[in-house]
């Protein structure tokens, strides 16, 4: 893919995220319309569906046969996802829904460019916190414009950690998260919950924290960080060892391979349904 090309893609989209994080800014602290999805605490609001609205069709308009896997629209169909070679755009207009509901700014509209099958662009914006973490393959990560890195901590023992609960009632996923707190709250200097994956690989990306896992995120919970984690020097894979896979919803992101691999070796394993089943 052409850099010149990478560039264009990422501009036009930066002005339309310009335009979505103003109107978060607007909307998390006024009244809301909620509706549930897959469970009791897995919220939409009008915001979601709007945000997500403006971004496919921003992008639509200057990239007509662009493809596109939206969090909302797939909600909607219900059917199981496709990420094919033609450059697809891979979105959450508003990741960390509850967080928003709340009031709480850990709220991320995240954004992944994939063509061929290959991240080649990606893009989280916090709109209340006013951080934008931005990537291109080979062009490093950033925040706010500025080049980030992350820690490079390599041992459990010297690492701030994040471990998510999810929004999936399954009895099995609740105990393990407990079982995976208990493993590993007396092996780390701190456990983190951010509540938006998003936000929570960014993090790592930053230098912030040092490792995050999570059963339960969706290839759009992923899909920027990914390309924003790898540019930034860390690590994306199963929580089990090995590679990753973006439809498993199951990762986990270090900032160093070994420390990837010491964390997979505890884990108390969860598989929950793929994306593409």
């Known amino acids: 893919m052409a850099v010149n090309n990478v ?131 080979g062009q490093g990560a950033k925040l706010n414009g500025k080049p980030i890195k992350v820690s490079g901590v390599k041992e459990l023992s010297e690492a701030l950690i994040c471990l998510e609960g999810g929004n999936d009632p399954a009895l099995q996923k609740r105990q393990s998260v407990i079982d995976n707190y208990s493993t590993f709250l007396p092996l780390v200097h701190g456990v983190r919950t951010y509540g938006s994956a998003a936000f929570s690989l960014a993090a790592v990306a930053m230098g912030a924290t040092d490792m995050y896992m999570e059963y339960g995120p969706h290839i759009w919970d992923m899909a920027a960080g990914y390309v924003i984690l790898q540019e930034a020097g860390g690590v994306l894979i199963d929580p089990a060892g090995g590679p990753i896979d973006l439809m498993s919803c199951r990762m986990l992101a270090a900032s160093s391979p070994e420390l990837a691999a010491e964390a997979a070796s505890k884990f108390k394993q969860y598989y929950p349904k793929r994306d593409d089943a």
């Not at 897995?42 to 662009?66: Q, S």
């Not at 496709?82 to 959450?92: F, G």
């Open 7 to 137: 560039q264009k893609y990422y501009e036009v989209v930066s002005k339309i995220v310009d335009r979505t994080g103003e109107l978060i800014r607007n909307r998390i602290f006024a009244a809301k319309t909620i509706q549930t999805k897959a469970s009791n605490i897995d919220f939409v609001t009008e915001t979601d569906k709007e945000v997500e609205c403006m971004i496919i069709n921003g992008l639509k308009t200057e990239f007509p046969d662009h493809k596109f896997i939206g969090e909302e629209t797939a909600a909607e169909t219900n059917m199981p996802l496709v990420l094919t070679d033609e450059p697809t755009w891979i979105i959450d207009p508003v990741d960390g829904t509850l967080n928003f509901v709340h009031g709480n700014p850990h709220v991320c509209t995240s954004i992944g460019l994939y063509i061929n099958k290959k991240p080649e662009l990606g893009l989280i914006d916090v709109p209340i916190m006013k951080f934008r973490f931005t990537a291109m393959q």
